[in-house]
């Protein structure tokens, strides 16, 4: 399995471009504090990621919309315009939506496929093989996302007051906003609606990863197996920001959607 080999908060840093993340939020983010530990990010890249809050618009009939589920069938519910000005979650709400998230119909395609991936390669060799292998690879995938699910959309951003919506930025090319979508992973919005570094999802991730020890067989429970998983994770997680980004277009387009 491959080791995780680079700093998630130094990667963050590159995707702010040079950003300047001040002492005391470092020393804050360390201790995961329940109050302000987010980590405030210098404003100097906010023409290459320009994610601050910007006045609230009118929607058009011509503004691409997000709906509830990509295909009818990926979860989308936490999507929204980069250009909508919208109240800070409460807790109830990043609870509420991380339960909508964990258990609604749809959220068992990404478990079932990653299944399907792990019987055919052999992953876990103590899982077996056939219809009783693929049903543990299933339980098994289905734990591991609904505890990143609570640890990244609940758990995490409460202790940091981060804002658990995705923004989509919706224009530019194509590059701007794959690059975007993808930095999604590393930072996000605080409740307050400044740039942080998205501790939710690099220390939420971790947590949940370390948590699959507890129900995966003693022979898989290494930390190259934890860090990747822990990568596989955010991997997921940065891939469905790109898809998310560029869904309404393809909605629209392809299939005619408003």
């Known amino acids: 399995m491959r080791q995780m080999q680079a700093s ?27 109050a302000g530990s987010a980590v405030s990010i210098s404003n100097s890249a906010s023409s290459v990621l320009p994610d ?21 069938l990926i979860p989308n519910f936490r999507a929204v315009s980069t250009t909508r000005q919208l109240p800070p979650q409460s807790v109830k709400e990043k609870f509420l939506t991380t339960t909508e998230d964990s258990f609604d119909y749809s959220s068992v395609a990404i478990p079932a496929a990653l299944a399907g991936y792990g019987l055919a390669r052999n992953a876990t060799p103590e899982f077996g093989t056939g219809g009783a292998g693929y049903g543990r690879y299933l339980w098994h995938s289905a734990i591991d996302q609904t505890s990143e699910n609570y640890m990244v959309q609940f758990v995490v951003p409460v202790l940091t007051h981060e804002d658990t919506r995705f923004y989509t930025l919706e224009s530019g090319s194509f590059l701007k906003r794959t690059g975007y979508a993808l930095s999604r992973a590393l930072i996000t919005r605080s409740d307050a609606g400044t740039r942080v570094i998205n501790l939710s999802e690099i220390v939420g991730a971790g947590m949940a990863a370390g948590l699959s020890n507890a129900y995966y067989p003693a022979q ?14 955010i991997g997921i997680d940065a891939a469905a920001f790109v898809a998310k980004e560029f869904w309404p277009d393809i909605n629209r387009h392809l299939f005619h959607g408003n």
Do not use: C
């Open 52 to 72: 601050a809050p910007v006045a609230a618009q009118p929607e058009s009939d011509q503004d691409p919309q997000q709906t509830k589920r990509i295909l009818g």
């Open 220 to 233: 898989e429970r290494s930390f190259g197996n934890t860090g990747t998983q822990w990568g596989l994770d």
């Open 8 to 34: 998630f908060f130094s990667l963050a840093l590159l995707a702010l471009g040079g950003g300047n993340v001040t002492a005391q939020g470092v020393a804050t983010a360390s201790a995961l504090m329940p």
